[in-house]
């Protein structure tokens, strides 16, 4: 499988934004999520789109601050993220996964990027 590249990560003060984008191969572009995930720690679900997307779903801890968008012709998804809070703080993923997968908060998608770090100061 083709991996992911993810980018825009950076370090910003809690209550800014970052905008992450990911690109992946056309073939494998389809419904996306975006997990992230800290050291020690399990990979966490955070967004998803569907492949045409008209549909999104939102872990709790992001709703209504962060908001997932895809551009097809680029084989490209976005997470914008707004009014971070610290424990926002981790490395951000994309993945590409059937649509009924993501919205159960899971992925079978094993061939992870490099991700992209996103660090929240106080």
């Known amino acids: 499988q083709v991996q992911p590249t993810e980018s825009g990560g950076g370090l910003v003060q809690a209550g800014g934004s970052l905008r992450l984008s990911c690109t992946i191969s056309?073939?494998?572009?389809?419904?996306m999520g975006w997990f992230r995930q800290t050291p020690g720690e399990e990979r966490e679900f955070v967004a998803a789109?569907?492949?045409?997307?008209?549909?999104?779903y939102y872990a709790d801890s992001v709703k209504g601050r962060f908001a997932i968008s895809k551009d097809n012709a680029k084989n490209t998804v976005y997470l914008q993220m707004n009014n971070l809070k610290p424990e926002d703080t981790a490395y951000y993923y994309c993945?590409?996964?059937?649509?009924?997968?993501?919205?159960?908060?899971?992925?079978?998608?094993?061939?992870w990027g490099q991700g992209t770090q996103v660090v929240v100061s106080s």
């Open positions: 993945a590409p996964e059937r649509w009924a997968t993501l919205i159960r908060g899971r992925v079978d998608f094993d061939s």
């Open positions: 056309a073939r494998t572009f389809r419904a």
């Open positions: 789109i569907s492949h045409d997307g008209y549909n999104t």
